[in-house]
């Protein structure tokens, strides 16, 4: 069964509750679960932001999704722009977002296009002007769009400064909430006087990275409330901002419970080794070379919890829905994956968002009540990260968030050396985070190439130590008995009792 990743419903850690995560305040929504939660909550009310960053960063649609989810709850929203174009342009942009509701414009949002006015006004009577409107239409919310134009347009002076102070105390005064949009510089942000005087502020971003670009936001400041510190990416779609909260920012010591119930693999010989399957809740990486059998292992992983009733998400890099069902059908395994029970997460590996990634995860595994997951391979998501030095951090938070929800996770990854003693099962981080980490390798012998297994790790339990023979044969794997004539197998270039097997072609 194939599923489209839900890009904005996506789950978030119990421990993760956007109206709990600061002390109760009233707050506005920001028209989005994942942009409340990194905002601590929503943005508290009858205080001032500012909302900043470069040309093209999203500032305007966000302040416009703000407002309408504002006038979704029943506020009055007035909206001050100074943006030299048509009232109809500026509605015909907005229509092309969900959140755009024409019932709203004209009842509960209002738009002024000040340009015209304040050309003949100083800038303590534009700001009077403001206050005046706000005040006679009650408005809860008001957006100034951009602010630092506004004062570029009036050429405020520096005795100005205390009107802005101004501006901020009557606004609280009369119970609305403000916020400022602005391209400012970062000399505007240490010395402008409304950031001395903002309640928080946001800052988007829209960089270029190698030839990709990538958007993220910030909460600089945030007065009073415990928001999710760092970057946060985020996309622009229909649904306007799509954010995806960090995956370390969520993350705290998981809440789990210990148990020595296991998970079987789907193979009984296999299970035996590992003395009962894996337990429960646990962590595992397959590791091998590319082809040694690590995906078809993982089906049968998946297969077993069907048999069980147990939901699997198999999160795949490289194979569609039809490609793995395929792949299982040569093992028996099609009747398992069209039980309703496997669940295929599809992603593309080029330009991968990891945030995004974990926020569809997150939300499958809620959802759909998920007890296994696949990750095939985690090389694609290692890939992603923008900072090599993430990556642990994301998966050992990604690896806690399934644990805390009783999921058991296998995980495979690719060993690029087919044969030598340079041998790179995994990053040091990766190792240290798993739980236990089952090896597939390819050795040479007689002329032939085959298959051996063996378990190096399994945290918490007894493990066979031997290296099995590995074998796929007549649509099914099979674990043979221990090669115990064989030395240097993990090389891939056994030797029979300390001696280079005879080569046969030489012999006759």
């Known amino acids: 069964m194939t599923d489209r990743p839900h890009g904005e419903d996506q789950a978030l850690p119990q421990h993760i509750d956007a109206a709990k995560s600061s002390p109760a305040v009233d707050r506005l929504s920001a028209g989005s679960q994942a942009l409340d939660v990194i905002l601590g909550g929503g943005i508290p009310r009858n205080s001032l932001y500012i909302l900043t960053g470069p040309p093209g960063a999203g500032k305007t649609i966000m302040a416009q999704q703000l407002s309408f989810a504002a006038a979704k709850a029943g506020l009055y929203v007035i909206y001050f722009t100074n943006v030299s174009e048509p009232h109809s342009k500026l509605v015909e942009h907005m229509r092309a977002f969900d959140f755009y ?39 809860s919310l008001v957006i100034i769009d951009s602010f630092r134009g506004l004062k570029h347009v009036l050429e405020s002076s520096p005795k100005d400064r205390g009107a802005i102070f101004d ?31 903002a309640d928080g502020i946001i800052y988007l971003t829209h960089a270029t990275e190698g030839i990709q670009d990538r958007r993220a936001l910030r909460v600089v400041k945030m007065r009073g409330v415990r928001y999710l510190g760092g970057e946060h990416s985020f996309v622009i779609s229909t649904a306007g901002i799509v954010a995806y909260p960090r995956q370390e920012a969520l993350a705290h010591a998981p809440e789990y419970k210990a148990t020595n119930e296991r998970s079987a693999l789907g193979i009984a ?72 029970y496997v669940h295929i997460l599809p ?31 985690v090389a694609e998501l290692e890939s992603a990260s923008n900072y090599i030095e993430r990556f642990d951090d994301f998966l050992a938070s990604l690896i806690g968030f399934l644990r805390q929800h009783e999921v058991t996770t296998v995980m495979t990854r ?41 378990i190096l790790k399994s945290r918490g339990s007894n493990h066979a130590k031997g290296l099995y023979h590995f074998g796929i044969e007549d649509g099914r794997i099979v674990i043979g008995p221990t090669l115990e004539h064989l030395q240097g197998l993990i090389t891939g270039i056994p030797t029979v009792n300390g001696e280079t097997p005879a080569d046969p072609a030489k012999e006759d």
């Open 269 to 340: 010989d296999l299970d035996e080794l590992l003395y009962g399957g894996l337990i429960r809740s646990s962590s595992t990486l397959i590791a091998g070379s590319s082809g040694t059998g690590k995906t078809v292992l993982s089906l049968h992983f998946l297969a077993a919890g069907a048999q069980h009733q147990e939901h699997g998400l198999m999160i795949s890099f490289q194979e569609n829905a039809e490609q793995l069902r395929l792949r299982a059908g040569h093992f028996g395994l099609a009747e398992a994956m069209d039980s309703g």
């Open 414 to 454: 690719e060993i690029p050396q087919m044969f030598g003693t340079n041998l790179t099962i995994a990053s040091r981080g990766l190792s240290y985070i798993v739980d236990n980490i089952i090896l597939i390798r390819y050795f040479e012998l007689s002329g032939a190439i085959d298959r051996t297994i063996t």
């Open 167 to 197: 501006l901020a105390a009557r606004m609280s005064i009369m119970g609305c909430t403000s916020v400022l949009v602005g391209e400012y510089t970062p000399l505007e942000a240490q010395t402008d006087p409304e950031f001395a005087v």
């Open 347 to 377: 992603f593309s590996p080029v330009e991968l968002n990891l945030d995004a990634a974990a926020a569809a995860i997150r939300d499958y595994v809620a959802r759909l009540n998920i007890r296994r997951v696949v990750i095939d391979s």
């Open 101 to 139: 509701d024409p019932d709203l414009l004209g009842r509960r949002i209002n738009i002024y296009n000040i340009t015209s006015q304040i050309r003949d006004k100083g800038f303590q009577q534009t700001l009077d002007f403001i206050v005046d409107t706000v005040r006679s239409e009650r408005a």
